[in-house]
């Protein structure tokens, strides 16, 4: 029994020390992070209060080297969704943020500005999902509307300033899925949120939905501006990187088979 114990404690640990470690988080707030709320006019339409809206027009689509159409942006469509008509539209609560464009393709953009601690490392995500099609099906969807989120670290306003981290352009699906930003460092006490949106082709209906914005810190951020952290008292703990020591999982094995031989059990 003993034997079989130790064998199953050796299991365990192999499994516990090669789960990579997760860093802490510590939220930031937003406002109306769920879209909803009043919705005020903007151009081309309605926004979620707390959010600001973009556009360019008349520009060479952001896709269009990459395989995509090539006319023109238009400016696109803004409009609530709400949940009680349209349940499938809405990942929480009872309303969703819509950015579209009829037979067109837009570069748009979302953008919230938000107070932070300078010096910290922090991410935000975002649920989407897409629907593009020429037909009125909404059933079907090519999967050519494509999203990308970023942060300006500086607290810039534009989103296609110079400095902004973005991510690749990743395509929607035609559910929920949640996107997730860079790790950026907050160079300034205020940072801004963006999420662009555009389509590949001018197809009838190209909408994309937004939907549970959130925003964090990750624990540690700070221990990126130092030398090795042991070396640097000021900083916070490092958080856990997730790497494998495979040396010290050997040892651990070595000194488990030492004081207890492994089971040998049976071929079947």
């Known amino acids: 029994m003993k034997k079989r114990l130790t064998l199953g404690f050796v299991v365990i640990l192999l499994l516990v020390i090669s789960l990579p470690a997760s860093a802490q988080v510590s939220e930031i707030a937003l406002v109306n992070p769920g879209f909803e709320n009043e919705y005020v006019t903007v151009p081309g ?33 803004f409009k609530p969704i709400d949940a009680k008509q349209y349940p499938e539209r809405v990942a929480e609560g009872d309303r969703a943020q819509v950015a579209f464009a009829f037979y067109g393709i837009m570069d748009a953009a979302f953008s919230q500005q938000v107070a932070v601690e300078k010096g910290k490392v922090l991410r935000f995500s ?21 999203l990308s989120l970023g942060i300006g670290a500086e607290g810039q306003t534009d989103p296609w300033a110079h400095g902004i981290e973005w991510t690749r352009y990743d395509w929607t699906p035609a559910t929920y ?16 949120l963006f999420i662009l949106v555009t389509n590949k082709w001018a197809t009838k209906h190209n909408d994309l939905y937004l939907d549970d914005a959130r925003a964090w810190y990750e624990t540690g951020g700070d221990c990126q501006e130092c030398p090795p952290c042991p070396e640097c008292p000021e900083c916070q703990p490092c958080p856990p990187t997730g790497t494998f020591d495979w040396e010290m999982m050997r040892a651990l094995i070595d000194e488990a088979l030492r004081i207890r031989p492994p ?4 071929r079947p």
């Open 177 to 192: 899925r949640t996107y997730e930003s860079r790790a950026v460092t907050a160079e300034s006490s205020t940072v801004t």
């Open 45 to 77: 339409g309605y926004a979620a209060s707390g959010w600001t809206t973009h556009y360019k027009e008349g520009t060479v689509p952001p896709l269009s080297s990459v395989g995509g159409g090539s006319n023109p942006t238009r400016r696109p469509e």
């Open 263 to 266: 089971v040998m059990w049976p």
């Open 126 to 146: 975002v649920q989407a999902h897409g629907w593009s099609t020429n037909t009125d099906d909404p059933n079907q969807h090519t999967g050519d509307v494509w």
